[in-house]
């Protein structure tokens, strides 16, 4: 391979623009070739220096080419490559902290279209790699192409590996399965990895499961693996109400993420996710600190405290999440996106360990899951809005000037955050387009949407409705 790779390069700018904040992530083949796969191999090794890396894939068409080219890179610079093979994200995280491995690579674009694919990195203890610590170097070294042939000339070995019962036990071992109700659950996997993992868990639980798209297919023939968009969730809401299930759950590609339906059909958030294992958690950990992000509801900080836990707010972003739980002990942590945090699971990602907290949860309260949501979540929410802009520093800073004026809280932890009696928001640009990112919560639907047309106004220059 290496002989293969030598000759031409892609060009550099469009390999750097596959470098993000928490991964490396492009469409195949125009931006992410296996040449480009095979580059990051050697430079995880030479940047790393792992004697063994763990690797897996998602369903993907291409993951098969793109993990073929990028182990031989690792193997080419030395390392010992353990092969996964079929994985959810979690499930790497699990293996690289369970077995100690030094680094693991997971092959997936998560909850992109199916032309996507990307690489997840960790190192030892599930310990994600970002743009300021390893991805950022790793991509000038890919770009340097300019590779040492390992010290002691030895290619590395390959071996295989499945991890996915193992996990599944591990996971249990984390709840009271006996506690669990005979629940009828419809889950969607979306032809994403879900469809593998979640009958390796409930086939130890008393719960039927009534199963949407559990094949795995990478050109998602059905809908995008993306949960958050509500048309993707349409055939999930549907099948709770006909068939009368107790709750439904969506999972994105990698399944590392996981949305709830309630038994009406209504659409649970990410921060009520957050809410309710908070609420179990605690349960279990008395005073244990739990992290949130600040795009949550503040009903999660008033759920925590109430609950004699120790809220704490912190950006949008799991190197962040993961950063601030390790340095405060933190046994759980949650985002309004789906991802939820686990200190038993190596401070990473399971949606699946989530699920099996809420089921635990409205088990013991032998009630419905809108009955166990309801006294927590008490106030209306926007959801996320974006606005193109030509200046997103400029936009906000216009923004702020207006709340500041009106005796806002201000702060600037994320973006801008403006916070009144009675309704707040956040405003922060992506990282990757020209946008701004709104969410507003109000403690009445009045509040809602007056903050929201108000802000939304500044935003996208048509101020009616701001008081002078």
């Known amino acids: 391979m290496a002989d293969a790779v030598g000759g031409a390069t892609a060009d550099g700018a469009k ?42 894939r998602d369903m993907r068409v291409s993951g098969p080419t793109l993990a073929g080219a990028l182990v031989d890179g690792l193997r080419d610079q030395g390392a ?51 743009m300021d610590e390893g991805i950022g ?3 000038d070294l890919v770009l340097a192409d300019a590779f040492a042939d390992p ?25 009271d399965p006996g506690r669990v109700r005979p629940l009828k659950i419809a889950v969607d996997a979306g032809n994403g990895m879900a469809g593998e993992t979640v009958p390796r868990v409930f086939r130890h639980l008393p719960c039927e499961v009534i199963p949407l798209y559990f094949d795995l297919d990478g050109t998602f023939p059905n809908h995008e693996a993306n949960p958050i968009e509500p048309e993707n969730v349409a055939d999930l809401k549907r099948t709770v109400v006909e068939q009368g299930c107790d709750l439904g759950v969506a999972f994105d590609g990698d399944a590392d993420r996981m949305f709830l339906i309630d038994e009406r059909g209504a659409f649970v958030g990410g921060d009520m996710t957050t809410a309710m294992v ?60 789906g991802h939820f945090y686990f200190r038993e699971n190596w401070y990473a990602d399971s949606g699946l360990l989530a699920l099996l907290t809420v089921l635990q949860l409205v088990s013991e309260a032998n009630q419905p899951l809108s009955a166990v949501l309801g ?33 806002a809280t201000i702060d600037h932890l994320d973006g801008l955050t403006a916070e009144f009696p009675d309704w707040w928001f956040n405003l922060r640009a992506s990282n990757t387009q020209p946008l701004l990112r709104l969410n507003v919560e109000g403690d009445t639907r009045e509040a809602l949407d007056l903050g929201t047309t108000e802000v939304l106004g500044l935003v996208r220059g048509e101020p009616a409705g701001i008081p002078d």
């Open 15 to 56: 390999v750097a623009g596959l470098f993000k904040a928490y991964d490396v992530r492009g469409v195949v083949p125009d931006e992410l070739t296996p040449e480009v796969a095979y580059k990051v191999g050697r430079a995880l090794v030479t940047y790393l220096s792992p004697g063994t890396v763990a690797v897996g």
């Open 80 to 130: 010992d490559v353990v092969d996964l093979g079929l994985v959810s994200t979690d499930g790497l995280y699990f293996a690289v902290g369970r077995y100690g491995f030094p680094a693991g690579v997971m092959i997936t674009a998560s909850h992109n279209p199916a032309p996507y694919n990307g690489f997840k990195i960790c190192r030892e203890e599930a310990r994600a790699l970002s």
């Open 137 to 139: 170097q790793i991509r």
């Open 151 to 175: 010290p002691d000339g030895r290619r590395g070995d390959l071996t295989q590996r499945d991890v996915l019962d193992d996990y599944a036990r591990f996971l249990l071992a984390q709840i």
């Open 278 to 337: 908070s609420v179990a958690t605690l349960a279990r950990n008395p005073g244990a600190a739990i992290v949130y992000n600040l795009i949550c509801s503040r009903s999660v900080p008033e759920t925590i405290a109430r609950n004699g836990g120790r809220p704490i707010r912190e950006r949008v972003g799991h190197s962040f999440i993961k950063a601030t739980m390790r340095r405060e002990d933190a046994v759980f942590g949650g985002e309004h996106s």
């Open 375 to 407: 006294p927590l979540d008490s106030r209306v929410r926007s959801g996320e809005i974006n606005s193109e802009v030509a200046d997103p520093a400029a936009t906000i800073a216009a923004v702020e000037a207006v709340y500041r004026e009106r005796g």
